[in-house]
């Protein structure tokens, strides 16, 4: 597995990643912006597009997808709480950031849950359902790798005072990620990549439901 990550995209620097197998498929994981950029780092890298992962629904994250299915084909999966999302310019939050050029994606999508295995290739992501940030956000971690979109970041977390965020959803997924096993490495949605171990020691609203192992 390759994993490439991509410039900050979008107004709000929004990251996203390819997710290469050893077929040279890959994966994207969110869409923010600017298709034709991406296009031309699927190139650069010499590889297919075959899906997008979509951690949630907001403009910032999906704005490329439509763009991106028209020239790849490729297949997009989104949590069901967050497809609406896809279509509704309030809902992803494109009128309250007053952002432009996000075109809806009225496509086909496919959906996930808690506990599901998408697969691409010899690549396997297992879902993580962590709403908070929105009601459908979600985790891929595969390998030693978790893709956290705007649930946790390098000592921070995703705010939750937008519309369809939960204060109280959120310090249950982040239980969630606190309860993980291993060191996975963390590739946010935004700022930095870190891991998990500095993460719970380190970041403030993880550390507190990190059980001690005395």
């Not at 997924?173 to 719970?200: C, F, N, Q, R, W």
């Amino acid at each position: 597995m390759r994993i490439f990550k991509l410039k900050p995209l979008s107004i709000c620097e929004t990251n996203s990643y390819l997710v290469v197998s050893e077929k040279n498929n890959a994966v994207l994981i969110d869409a923010p912006a600017d298709a034709d950029y991406i296009m031309d780092q699927i190139e650069f890298y010499g590889v297919e597009l075959k899906k997008i992962f979509l951690t949630h629904g907001h403009f910032d994250h999906i704005g490329a997808v439509a763009d991106l299915v028209d020239r790849t084909g490729c297949e997009v999966y989104i949590h069901p709480m967050d497809k609406d999302k896809l279509t509704d310019e309030n809902s992803m939050l494109a009128n309250h950031f007053r952002a432009r050029g996000c075109r809806k994606y009225t496509g086909e999508v496919k959906l996930f849950t808690e506990n599901d295995i998408l697969t691409l290739d010899e690549l396997e992501f297992d879902v993580l359902d962590t709403p908070g940030h929105t009601s459908g956000s979600a985790c891929f971690i595969c390998g030693s790798s978790m893709f956290s979109g705007d649930t946790l970041f390098a000592r921070s977390i995703g705010r939750t005072d937008m519309p369809d965020g939960n204060s109280q959803q959120m310090m249950k997924s982040l239980a969630k990620i606190a309860d993980l096993g291993g060191d996975l490495t963390i590739y946010p949605g935004h700022m930095v990549t870190t891991t998990l171990e500095e993460e719970k020691k380190f970041n403030l609203y993880l550390k507190e439901f990190v059980r001690d192992p005395r």
